[in-house]
């Protein structure tokens, strides 16, 4: 048997990513004691590599929730349960606001944002996001190489994160002053953070989230204990009261005073699960942190635990993927390419499928219901040299020179051709199909109407379009030779289906009575959006906010 470890957390919480770390900083602001097991030697599982947006309904001065409850309801009425919904928006302002006014985790709200599904009753232009503020990692000491770094492709110079906001400045630094000075500044900051760091230090989206958090953590001194990795919950007479946590190789049994907190990030990486719940063809891409394996999910069902519905069990992106010997890139089409003007989809019939600037998550339904009837798996994002010179296109970044074109063609990640007929045939596409999709699709372009799908019809795909392209910011004409395709695989950015729980994340059993002591947030946690996507930030947001109603549960439980 394992033995005991001395000192008893009031809180014990698996797993350091949003819901576990903000589930220790909410224990330690009620003046419990937690203590963070993290399997890995890092902190911030997929967070860490996320864009880092919380929708969190609700949260601004001017915002209706009630606007807010009429869109989640038309967005999955009787799929998802009325009563977490009910949770999330009751409680969402002031889990946030907790956050911002005793941590050093702080937001702004990004505005506009919008909600992903402009025809909704209560959708919102403005949106309902936040983003963490930039951290600078100086500030966390040796704990900055506790970070989980961002995932390649979103870093440049060597370990510089660039975000949405920088890309302009950086593909035309000479066009403004403004542009020059914002690229001289962060340039030369990293030249500097170079030289002391791995990477640089100038943090943004999920990296700067996890930053901040770990930072107020420290501030608080909430214990995290690195390669302990969940292994069994322990019960007593119905009630958890720890768990075996093997730490660095050793097991150890750990009791919880008050509960234990189930935060290991979902399945992603569990073969097993993925079997059991995913039914899609081709999903075989994970954009979530290895280390999400289902462990909390495992751990909850051996004590009883019930598991949410298959079907829409994850969420997902559109992902290009580099093949090396030394492991595969996979880069996730957000929002930099697809929306953009002068870019069609088309699966292997040369038909488009899909308005290409829907979500993320709809774009890549979307290729799931095409390939029922045609192959679309691989679907083909297909653009001439002129957008590739404006907007790049997957890994491929604005501005890239032949030479670089000519790499990207070499290791067959692009495919590249002098005419679109022969960039069909290099695809196995009828030449002819794909010329009269291409055309059609440039004939709407003069128009700024897209008669086949309406890309740009909304405010949604406009947000994400190019402002200065007139008339429709997401349509141009293809015709600048030579003609690109970059191939998009279905890949979850993190899953839905967990373990089911109550209002205030408590586990339940399959009669729906609570499990005693055990909680369960973030992607371990049944999804309230029940496999929907409605906006930016419906991951995180939801785990901040039940990581908060759990910690308020366990309080007024004791
Ligand atoms: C490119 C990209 C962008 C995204 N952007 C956003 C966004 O802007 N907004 C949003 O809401 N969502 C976003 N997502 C999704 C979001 O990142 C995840 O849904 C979210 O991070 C999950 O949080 P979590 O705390 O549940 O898990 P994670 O952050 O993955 O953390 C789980 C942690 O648990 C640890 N762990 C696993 N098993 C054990 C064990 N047995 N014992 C101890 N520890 C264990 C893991 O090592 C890991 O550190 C994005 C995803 C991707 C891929």
């Known amino acids: 048997m394992a033995a005991a470890l001395e000192s008893e957390p009031d809180v014990l919480v698996f797993g350091a990513g949003m819901a576990g770390l903000c589930a220790g900083l909410f224990a330690s602001l009620q003046g419990l004691r937690p203590l963070i097991c993290e399997k890995t030697d ?167 989230l996890v930053a901040r958090l770990l930072f107020s953590l420290r501030r608080n001194e909430v214990p995290l204990a690195l390669h302990s990795r969940l292994v069994e919950l322990l019960a007593d007479g119905g009630r958890i009261t720890g768990a075996v946590v093997d730490i660095a190789g050793v097991r150890r049994r750990i009791l919880a005073r008050r509960g234990v907190v189930l935060a290991t990030g979902g399945f992603s990486h569990s073969h097993e699960l993925r079997a059991a719940l995913l039914d899609r063809p081709g999903a075989e891409h994970s954009l979530a942190f290895a280390g999400d394996a289902g462990d909390g999910i495992a751990a909850g069902r051996a004590v009883g635990a019930a598991l949410g519905d298959a079907g829409r069990a994850a969420f997902w992106m559109p992902a290009s993927v580099l093949r090396a010997q030394r492991g595969d890139t996979v880069y996730p089409h957000i929002v930099l390419d697809r929306a953009k003007p002068g870019l069609v989809a088309v699966n292997s019939a040369g038909r488009r499928f899909v308005n290409e600037a829907v979500s993320y998550h709809d774009f890549v339904e979307a290729m799931f219901r095409s390939h029922e009837a045609v192959p679309t798996i691989p679907a083909w994002l297909l653009c001439d040299r002129a957008f590739i010179r404006d907007y790049g296109l997957g890994l491929v970044h604005p501005g890239s020179s032949e030479a670089t074109l000519r790499r990207f063609v070499d290791v067959g990640y692009l495919r590249a051709a002098p005419s679109l007929e022969g960039l069909a045939a290099q695809l196995g596409i009828d030449p002819a199909a794909l010329r009269a999709t291409v055309d059609r699709h440039n004939h709407g372009c003069a128009r700024g109407f897209d008669d086949e799908f309406g890309k740009g019809g909304t405010a949604f795909d406009r947000h994400n379009g190019d402002p200065n392209n007139r008339p429709n910011p997401c349509l141009r004409s293809i015709e600048q030779p030579p003609f690109f395709g970059v191939a998009v695989y279905p890949a979850d950015l993190g899953t839905s289906t967990g373990l089911r729980t109550d209002r205030d994340a408590r586990v339940l059993r399959v009669d729906g009575t609570a499990i005693e002591g055990l909680y369960a947030c973030g992607n371990d946690m049944n999804s309230l959006m029940a496999g929907s996507y409605p906006g930016p930030g419906i991951t995180l947001g939801p785990a901040l906010v039940f990581a908060y109603r759990a910690v308020q549960h366990i309080m007024s439980a004791s």
Do not use: Q
């Not at 999955?76 to 009751?90: C, K, M, T, V, Y």
């Open 42 to 208: 890092k902190v911030g599982g997929t967070t860490a590599t996320s864009a880092g947006t919380v929708w969190i309904p609700g949260a601004r001065d001017d915002e209706d929730v009630a606007a807010a409850a009429r869109y989640l309801e038309a967005e999955i009425g009787n799929r998802g349960s009325p009563d977490l919904r009910a949770a999330f928006l009751e409680s969402g302002a002031a889990a946030l606001h907790c956050l911002e006014s005793r941590t050093e985790v702080k937001f702004r709200p990004v505005v506009p944002h919008p909600d992903y599904h402009p025809d909704l009753p209560g959708w919102s232009a403005n949106g309902r996001a936040f983003a963490a503020l930039p951290f600078d990692g100086r500030r966390l000491g040796r704990d900055f190489a506790l970070v989980r770094p961002p995932i390649a492709p979103f870093m440049v110079l060597g370990g510089l994160m660039l975000g949405r906001d920088d890309i302009p400045h950086f593909v035309k630094p000479f066009a403004s002053l403004a542009s020059f000075r914002h690229v001289t500044g962060v340039v030369l900051r990293h030249a500097v953070d170079r030289i002391r760091f791995d990477r640089g230090t100038r943090l943004i989206m999920g990296n700067a």
